[in-house]
């Protein structure tokens, strides 16, 4: 027979490990959700999100020529990890006139609706410029907007977190 005293202090030996086990898990993504914070408040982290023409891409589906960043200006970071930041880009030579009939037929294919859709995607191009705004990317609370002008080298990425 098995003295009380030994499955008594086995049991609270496997509760205290069980609650040291906690404890690490707990205080583990407590530095994980503090680093990630850190981060969104590191504008060199945040300033490669859209810094080439393929991350652009895969957030609009349409890939812009290429292009350098001639100003970047990070925004606040709220204590909700809330931010904005804005990138004069620069491209090498005018953006073709196919980018922009790229961006007309995306506007044909966004389905009207009679109320106000925040989620939903805005193009308006016209003679003069071209203006894209998704407030909802890679279904995130992320968001970008590009404005472009048909006689310009510059354009301006803003984009950000919700």
Not at 99 to 117: C, L, W
Request: glycine share 8%; charged share 25%; aromatic share 14%.
């Amino acid at each position: 027979m098995v003295n009380k005293k030994y499955i008594i202090w086995g049991c609270s030996g496997i509760g205290c490990l069980t609650l040291l086990v906690a404890a690490l898990m707990v205080g583990s993504y407590v530095l994980y959700v503090a680093k990630s914070f850190d981060d969104l408040g590191n504008p060199d982290v945040r300033k490669t999100w859209f810094d080439n023409p393929t991350k652009i891409e895969d957030a609009i589906g349409i890939r812009l020529p290429d292009f350098k960043i001639k100003d970047y200006k990070p925004g606040e970071v709220h204590f909700t990890g809330d931010f904005g930041d804005s990138m004069i880009i620069e491209f090498d030579e005018r953006i073709p006139k196919s980018i922009f009939d790229k961006f007309e037929q995306e506007a044909g294919k966004i389905v009207k609706s009679n109320e106000e859709d925040f989620y939903r995607v805005c193009i308006i191009v016209d003679s003069v410029r071209l203006h894209y705004s998704n407030p909802h990317i890679f279904n995130h609370d992320e968001y970008i907007e590009i404005n472009l002008w048909r006689d310009s080298l510059n354009g301006v990425v803003v984009y950000g977190k919700w």
